[in-house]
């Protein structure tokens, strides 16, 4: 995922490799995971003892929501009803993805505003397998 900000710098903001998953289920359900690969571990095995700059980094170096979706073809553009979501202002929120196919590849494209100026994702996704479903 790639990130063109409205001040002219290019960002990966959850690193050149992210780890991510986007799935799409027939019954209009949606679930998305993105992960910065070198996320740091806690110095504490247990979950709820970071300290806060250990949350602070986990914290933005991940991102996950989930709800359900709608196409609009015409448009080019998927909305997320958001259900869940690890930023909890998300919830109960409609999120537009506009969408282009290119051979085996859903390339997704958004606007988010983001520490006060536009950030402009692009996300290039691959199938897990042959005849997957986005």
Request: hydrophobic share 35%; aromatic share 14%; glycine share 8%.
């Amino acid at each position: 995922m790639i990130v063109h900000t409205s001040k002219g710098e290019t960002i990966y903001p959850y690193g050149e490799n992210l780890f991510g998953m986007l799935i799409y289920t027939p019954s209009g359900h949606m679930s998305v995971l993105l992960m910065h690969p070198d996320r740091k571990k806690f110095t504490s095995d247990d979950p709820l003892a970071g300290a806060s700059e250990e949350i602070k980094e986990a914290y933005e170096g991940f991102d996950a929501y989930c709800g359900t979706y709608t196409f609009d073809k015409e448009k080019g553009a998927v909305t997320h009803h958001i259900e869940g979501s690890k930023f909890p202002n998300w919830v109960g929120s409609d999120q537009v993805r506009y969408f282009e196919f290119s051979d085996d590849r859903l390339l997704l494209k958004a606007t988010l505003r983001i520490k006060g100026e536009d950030w402009h994702f692009e996300a290039v996704l691959e199938p897990l397998h042959s005849g997957s479903v986005y």
